[in-house]
């Protein structure tokens, strides 16, 4: 849980510290409203995926599912500043498959927290491994980082790409092509 009369007085001690009028219209609700706020984007620290992932469903052939476009919003633990972007899901099923919008749950749960991409694209993979022990995970993050684009080297449009993979995906050629072909082609309405 998020101690929000901790997160309050450090914002405020923070706009002191740079400066500013804590007192003055626009700031006095800023602590209680980050708090708040910070209770929301950092709703996933004390989540794991064990529920999210235990309603499975039977199936009789185990054709790749391929989750796209999963948009997600974190924050970098290193600027805590936003970073965003797409995440790819794909497993091959092992007599099982969860409800689409579970991988998409399963994203949320890893991006709210302080976060960095790389260890999101792998706790993506392995919480699924883990859960519905598929045959094989692979996970792509695409995402902007503020603190590449407002601050330091301000490379606006600059895209990291992360891959994880697992099971069968690894060393696997023709099973990431595939993969990279559902993710980059045949895009509904595009
Ligand atoms: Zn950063």
Known sequence: ???KERVKKAVTDILEAIGEDTSREGLVETPDRIARMYEEIFGGMNEDCHE???KRFTVDNNE???ER???FYSMCEHHLLPFFGKAHVAYVPNGEVVGLSKLARTVEVFARRPQIQER???QIADAIMKELKPQGVMVMLEAEHMCMTMRGIKKPGSTTVTVATRGDFVDNEKLQS???GRVKNFRVGH
């Open 120 to 122: 999101m694209t792998a």
């Open 178 to 180: 595939t993969f990279y």
């Open 69 to 71: 476009d999963i948009t």
């Open 1 to 3: 849980m998020v101690d």
């Open 52 to 54: 999210i992932l235990s």
């Open 64 to 66: 790749m599912v391929v």
